[in-house]
């Protein structure tokens, strides 16, 4: 355990980040983080470094304070967090954790084996979200940070829906839920309603997807063309890798868009029959048993067949 009040006393500038591309996790554990440590060190200044969260978090604490430039800094961060992944993904924050006096590490990735002075990785807990809350002393919470947590547990549980929901994951969502908060619409405007183009994409992904290893496995592919006709961005993928494990018989899903020429960002999900973050950590990314991603480079055949073999691997039956 971490005890962050200890750890950031006496300290004027705190930075906190999340990885690239930051989900409901990321950001919901980064705003709950900040606003927790204003609270405590009112004095202190306290930035989150993050790419440009979507939109539908808007109503979350701190949201509109939330620096997205990545400029250098003139004096180095006494104390920098980061949440909810190891170094690497932290993007260009990556140099302030570099710089930082003190650097702190809290994710739940199995692939981070911790990084920076000071570390904890728990993978067996649903979410950055939820490890947070155990750190936290409540004497420093509010009703905005509850929000934050719930949030953050939300997206990372597929409201309480992956394996990762432990009883503990619903006992600090219900004791988060106390503080009052407008839940059924902050799920819905979060986590599941779309834009109709969003919709739409998703159909056509649907349509589109291919099954293989005799339905087994399943993959639908946005390449470059199909996002500028669309006029899609990656942001617009939520759940659709997510739709696709929901089908009946499939127990790995695959989906991949093109991030440049022969350059793909995969996401992987996966039944009890595949550990996804394997395949991924293999191809230099992770994430979780059930849910994992990489980049690959190649062509969407290369990436595929390459994908494929480790996970058929992994298939009892595999020769
Ligand atoms: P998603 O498919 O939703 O982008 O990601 C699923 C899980 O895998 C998340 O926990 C995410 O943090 C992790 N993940 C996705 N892409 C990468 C990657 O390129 N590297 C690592 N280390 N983790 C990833
Ligand atoms: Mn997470």
Redesign the pocket.
């Known amino acids: 355990m971490i005890d962050l009040i200890k750890e950031c006393e006496g300290a004027a500038k705190i930075g906190i980040s999340g990885?690239v591309?930051p989900?409901g996790d990321a950001i919901g554990s980064c705003l709950a983080l900040r606003r927790y440590l204003a609270n405590a060190f009112p004095d202190a200044k306290i930035t989150v470094n993050l790419e440009q969260p979507p939109r539908i978090f808007h109503e979350l604490v701190g949201y509109d304070e939330v620096r997205t430039d990545f400029a250098p800094e003139d004096e180095p961060y006494d104390v920098y967090f980061a949440l909810d992944?190891?170094r690497e993904?932290l993007g260009p924050a990556g140099a302030y954790f570099d710089s930082a006096r003190k650097t702190i590490n809290i994710d739940h990735?199995v692939?981070n084996p911790g990084e920076g002075e000071i570390h904890l990785v728990l993978p067996e807990i649903s979410s950055t979200g939820e490890l947070l809350y155990t750190l936290f002393d409540e004497k420093y919470m509010d009703r905005e940070i509850a929000l934050a947590l719930y949030v953050a547990i939300i997206h990372d549980t597929g409201v309480f829906q992956y394996s990762c929901t432990s009883p503990d994951t619903m006992r600090v969502a219900a004791r988060l839920m106390e503080y009052g908060f407008d839940f059924p619409r902050m799920i819905k405007e979060t986590f599941y309603e779309k834009t109709y183009l969003q919709s739409q994409i998703m159909g056509r992904c649907l349509m589109e997807s291919i099954r293989f290893m005799d339905g087994r496995c399943i993959v639908s592919v946005v390449d470059k063309r199909t996002a500028e006709f669309y006029g899609v961005l990656p942001k617009d993928y939520e759940g659709i890798?997510n739709q696709l494990i929901n089908i009946k018989g499939v127990d790995c899903a695959l989906f991949l868009y093109e991030t440049d020429t022969l350059e793909f960002k995969v996401?992987?999900r996966s039944t009890p029959a595949v550990d996804v973050s394997k395949v991924?950590s293999y191809f230099g990314?992770?994430?979780?048993v059930r849910?994992?991603?990489?980049?690959m480079k190649g062509t969407f055949h290369d990436c595929v067949n390459n994908l494929s073999q480790r996970i058929a691997e992994q298939f009892p039956d595999a020769e």
């Open positions: 990885h591309r989900d992944c190891n993904r990735h692939s890798v996401s992987l991924a990314g992770g994430g979780h849910a994992a991603g990489c980049t």
